[in-house]
C-alpha cells in the first residue's frame, strides 16, 4: 500500500462529506430564504443541521459500498462518474425511504431533489480538482505505481497500453520474458528464473501475471516472490477476453474462486438499473399521457383496427411477455409477412424492409420519429423491458438463434439501445449482436444515460429509420 494512495482516500472522505452536508445546508438556505414559495412547518435550522449530518454519513457508507474509497483504483473520469451517480441516487432513495419509513419530519421534497443535484455537482468537482492534483503529483513521479509484467505476448502488451494511458498512475519497469516474441518495442529485463532479483533490484510495487498461458506451479512460484517482498501480485486468466469489472472472487473453504459474471447487470447492478427504469418511466409518462389520444385518434382515422398492437416478444432469460406499441401497419400485417420475407433487406433472423406496403400513413410518422415506441413505457414500469437493452425479440427469431446470439437474452430488452443510436435499421444483424454484447458486459449508468441522450439525437436526425 503506498502512502499516496492512502492519503488520496483519506482525503476523499471528509472532502465528500464536506460537499454533501454543504449542498444540504444550501438547500435550506434556497428553499427557506429565497424562492417565494410560501414554506409550511419550517425544521429550525439546528434540527436540520442535525438531519442532514445524518445523511451524509449514510451517503459515506454508500460511497464506500460503490467502491468510491478503493485504494490504486485506476478508475477515473466517466467511470468515476458514473459510479458517483449511481451513489447520489441511491443515497438519495435511501433518504426519501428513512423519511417516509420512519415518518421523520421533513417539510419539502424540494430539499430533497435539490440537495441531490447540488450533492451531484459539489461532489464532482471536489473528486476532478483532487484527481487534477493526484495527476500532478504523477507527472513528478509521486504517487506512481511501478509495475513489472511477466509475459511479453499480446495480452501483456495490451495491459501494458491500458495502465500507462490517460494517466492512470503506472510506470511499466520492465517485461519479464515467458516465452519467444517480438521483442524489439518492448523493455525485456530478464526470464522468470531471474524474478527474484529484479524484485531486489528494482524494488516494484506490483508484479502483474500477463501470461494466461502460464502454467499454475509458476503463476504459485511468482505469487510467492511477491509475498516475500511485499508487493502486490496481479493475474489475468485470459486478458482479452476478461474484463476486471465481471470477475468476482470469493473464498469458498478457505479457497479462493473467481466467479465470472457475464453482466455488470448482477447484484447491486440490476437493483440500480431497475430503479433508474422506473424514475425515467414515470418522468415520460405524463407525456405519453397526453400524446396518447391525439395518435390515438390518427390511428383511428386513417385505417381500421386497434390503436395499441400487442405481440409476443422474448425477454430477459427467454420468458415470454406481451410488448406494446402503436399499431403503424395494417390490421392483418402479420398474416402478409410471409410473402414478403423474400424481400428482407437485413441479414441474419430479422425482418426489415425500406418500403414495407404493411405499413400506413400514420405509422409511416410515427416509426420513423419513434412515437409508436411510447405504450412500451408500460412494459417498462411492468418489469418486462429496460429503457435501455437489446431489441426485444421475436420468439421465431430465437429459435433460429446461435450460442452467441443467445447472450442477447441474458438480460431484459430496451426500448432503445446500442443498435438504434449506432444506425438503427440501416445495420445488419451481426453488427446488433456485437453491440448488444459488448453493451451487456459493459452495463454502467452513464452508458444507459448516454444511450438514451443518443436517442434523442437520432429521432430527431430520423438517421437509419425505417
Known sequence: MKRSELAISAVLVPLDALAIFGAFLLS?????????????????????????AAITVVWLVIFALFGLYRLHSTRRGLNEFSRLLAAVLVGSLVVVALIFFGDIDYFSRFVILFGFFTSLILVTLVRTAVRFVQQRLFRYGIGVRRAIIVGTGQPAQALAKALTGSNRGYVILGFVETARANKRKLKVIGSLSGVATMLKRLRPDELIDADPKLPDQQKLELLALAEDSHIDFRFSSNLTELATSRVDVTAVAGIPLMTIKPTPLEGWGRIIKRIFDVIGSLIALPFVLILYPFIALAIKIDSRGPVIFTQKRVGREGKMFNYYKFRGMVNN???????LKKYNEVSGPVFKMKDDPRVTKV??????????ELPQV????????????????????????TREQRKRLTIKPGITGPWQVSGRSSIGFDEWVRLDIYYIQNWSLLLDLTILLKTVAVVVTRKGAY
Do not use: H, W
Open 28 to 52: 435550506y438556505y434556497v428553499r427557506v430564504e429565497t424562492t417565494a414559495l410560501p414554506v409550511a412547518d419550517v425544521i429550525p435550522f439546528d434540527r436540520y443541521a442535525k438531519l442532514s
Open 333 to 339: 400485417a402479420e398474416k402478409q409477412l410471409p410473402k
Open 363 to 372: 405509422g409511416r410518422f410515427i416509426r420513423r420519429t419513434s412515437l409508436d
Open 378 to 401: 408500460f412494459n417498462v414500469l411492468k418489469g418486462d423491458m429496460s429503457l435501455v437493452g437489446p431489441r426485444p425479440p421475436l420468439p421465431d427469431e430465437v429459435k433460429q438463434y
